[in-house]
Structures are given as structure tokens and as C-alpha cells.
């Protein structure tokens, strides 16, 4: 473990903070202590760490990777670029990366960092080659890298078993509730979200899962919560989904007039997102709505 290095980024963070020592130790030890952590003369007991990460706004791990794993900077940047490219679909130039840093000592050297790699080429498998056995495979490796039986699965791991059933959304839709299930089972265990966006996803994911089995009223319950917790941590990701999902299950329900006031709440969301595939779309909803009420 480098003492050093954690040193480096705890005083970092603190001064980001506009924190002095004294203030940043009130509470959790002394000045003189969070003074010898910083210039990495010791390393602060486990709960210590904690105390000090929540004061900082980040996740405890973050030190323990910065520790044990040299060029954190590398690996952060490719996981970001890996991110991006996931989200906007370019799964090719996602693929590209994996293959550039397979080989590469600190990914594979690294369970953690190894995970990263499998867990995009397991979505590459299924989204561009369709290869179902061999993407769930890749996946399911990719989260036993980390994940001890038994224990409370970590983020990570959560948004790789996210991944998976995203897939067995396409392909089988018991499997993917399943998945789904056990992925709020472990969340609700975890105490807090670094990451929100995964129980926004989740809920989501759910929601159109439940809409497939006929459940339209859990689906829609699963909405109307993940909407909530859209607005209490004043994000708008995915909000214009959950409310054209909500629409839609309305519609679903024979009730015309609720339906499209939840799409037109969607399209102002898809507006501020600049998203006009969807806003066409929705408006197009709203039309064949209106002739109905």
C-alpha cells in the first residue's frame, strides 16, 4: 500500500473542499493525525479512512485503489472513455479499447481492473456478434473476479449484473426479472449509492420488465418511484423514459388523457436533453392519443 499517495489525494480533496486539518478532523481524530496521514507518515485505521471518505465525498475504496494500484490515472481514463462510448452505443470503438489493454500489466494484473475490461467485452459479445452463451459467460466471469459468495455484491458488480440483465431482457424476460430482483435485493443492503443512477436504472429496467408480464400497476409503481428519486437527487437521467413509460402503460390501461399528459411531461425533459429521436417520436404518440380522448 502506498501510504504516500493517499496522503497526497486526502489533502487534495480536503483543500477542494476548502476544509482546513482542524476542520476536516473535527469529529474523526485529531489535527496532528490527519497532519502525519497526509504526508503518508501513517495510514489511518479502516474506520477512520471512512469517516475521513464521507467528509470528502467520495467512496472509501477510492483511497484503497489509489494505494494499491499504480497509473490510477490511466485506468480511470480508460474506464471513462469506455463509459462514454458505452452509453452513446459505439460498442466497435468500446471493443477497441478492450483489445488495445488486454494485454496491458496493469489491467491484467489487477482483478478490478480486469473486471472493467471483461464487463465491456461481455456487452460487445451479445450487441454486436449475438452471442448470447458466450456474453453472459464473460459477464458472470467478470463479476466472480471480485465478488466473494455470500457477500453484498459491490456497485461494480451490480452494474455488470445490470448489464446482464439487459440482455436477458432480449432473451428472456423471467430470467431478467430474476436478475433484476437479485440486484435490489443487494442494493437495498449497501449503505448509500455512490453511483444513484444504478437504482434509477434498475427501477427503470423493472418497470418495462413488469409491462411485459401485464403488471402494469407494479410497472407502474416502480416508475413513479424512480421518478422520485430523479427529483430528490435533481437529476433529470432518465426521467424522460420513466415518464413515457408511465404514458405508455396509461395507454396500456385505456386512459388516453393521462397518457399524454405523462408523454408531454417527457418531451420537455427530451428537449432540455436535446434528444429529438425521441421527441419526434412522442409527438407522434400524442397525436394518435388525442384522437382517442
Given at each position: 500500500m502506498d501510504f504516500t499517495a493517499v496522503g497526497k489525494k486526502i489533502k487534495e480533496l480536503r483543500k477542494t473542499s476548502g476544509l482546513s486539518q482542524e476542520e476536516l478532523a473535527h469529529g474523526i481524530c485529531t489535527q496532528a493525525q490527519i497532519s502525519k496521514i497526509e504526508k503518508g507518515d501513517v495510514f489511518p485505521y479502516a474506520s477512520t479512512l471512512y469517516q475521513i471518505s464521507q467528509k470528502l465525498g467520495v467512496d472509501v475504496n477510492y483511497f484503497f485503489d489509489i494505494g494499491m494500484t499504480p497509473r490510477l490515472d490511466y485506468v480511470q481514463e480508460v474506464f471513462q472513455q469506455l463509459q462514454i462510448l458505452r452509453r452513446s452505443v459505439r460498442y466497435e470503438e468500446m471493443m477497441d479499447i478492450v483489445r488495445a489493454e488486454i494485454n496491458n500489466p496493469l489491467f491484467m494484473q489487477n482483478n478490478k481492473n480486469l473486471q472493467l475490461l471483461l464487463w465491456?467485452?461481455?456487452?460487445?459479445?451479445?450487441?454486436?456478434?449475438?452471442?448470447?452463451?458466450?456474453?453472459?459467460?464473460?459477464?458472470?466471469?467478470?463479476?466472480?473476479?471480485?465478488?466473494?459468495?455470500?457477500?453484498?455484491?459491490?456497485?461494480?458488480?451490480?452494474?455488470?449484473?445490470?448489464?446482464?440483465?439487459?440482455?436477458?431482457?432480449?432473451?428472456?424476460?423471467?430470467?431478467?426479472?430474476?436478475?433484476?430482483?437479485?440486484?435490489?435485493?443487494?442494493?437495498?443492503?449497501?449503505?448509500?449509492?455512490?453511483?444513484?443512477?444504478?437504482?434509477?436504472?434498475?427501477?427503470?429496467?423493472?418497470?418495462?420488465?413488469?409491462?411485459?408480464?401485464?403488471?402494469?400497476?407494479?410497472?407502474?409503481?416502480?416508475?413513479?418511484?424512480?421518478?422520485?428519486?430523479?427529483?430528490?437527487?435533481?437529476?433529470?437521467?432518465?426521467?424522460?423514459?420513466?415518464?413515457?413509460?408511465?404514458?405508455?402503460?396509461?395507454?396500456?390501461?385505456?386512459?388516453?388523457?393521462?397518457?399524454?399528459?405523462?408523454?408531454?411531461?417527457?418531451?420537455?425533459?427530451?428537449?432540455?436533453?436535446?434528444?429529438?429521436?425521441?421527441?419526434?417520436?412522442?409527438?407522434?404518440?400524442?397525436?394518435?392519443?388525442?384522437?382517442?380522448?
Open positions: 465491456h467485452k461481455g456487452i460487445y459479445l451479445y450487441e454486436v456478434q449475438r452471442d448470447l452463451e458466450k456474453s453472459v459467460e464473460t459477464l458472470k466471469k467478470a463479476i466472480h473476479l471480485t465478488h466473494l459468495k455470500g457477500k453484498i455484491m459491490l456497485e461494480r458488480e451490480l452494474e455488470i449484473l445490470l448489464a446482464l440483465g439487459t440482455i436477458y431482457f432480449k432473451e428472456d424476460i423471467g430470467k431478467a426479472l430474476e436478475v433484476f430482483e437479485e440486484i435490489k435485493g443487494h442494493m437495498e443492503l449497501l449503505p448509500h449509492l455512490n453511483d444513484y443512477t444504478i437504482k434509477t436504472r434498475l427501477y427503470y429496467n423493472i418497470a418495462r420488465v413488469l409491462t411485459r408480464l401485464n403488471r402494469i400497476d407494479e410497472s407502474n409503481k416502480y416508475c413513479e418511484d424512480a421518478i422520485k428519486w430523479c427529483l430528490h437527487k435533481d437529476s433529470i437521467y432518465l426521467l424522460g423514459e420513466l415518464h413515457y413509460h408511465t404514458g405508455y402503460n396509461l395507454e396500456l390501461l385505456n386512459k388516453p388523457q393521462l397518457a399524454k399528459e405523462y408523454m408531454e411531461k417527457a418531451i420537455i425533459v427530451f428537449e432540455l436533453q436535446q434528444d429529438n429521436m425521441h421527441i419526434g417520436f412522442i409527438k407522434n404518440r400524442i397525436i394518435e392519443l388525442s384522437a382517442l380522448t
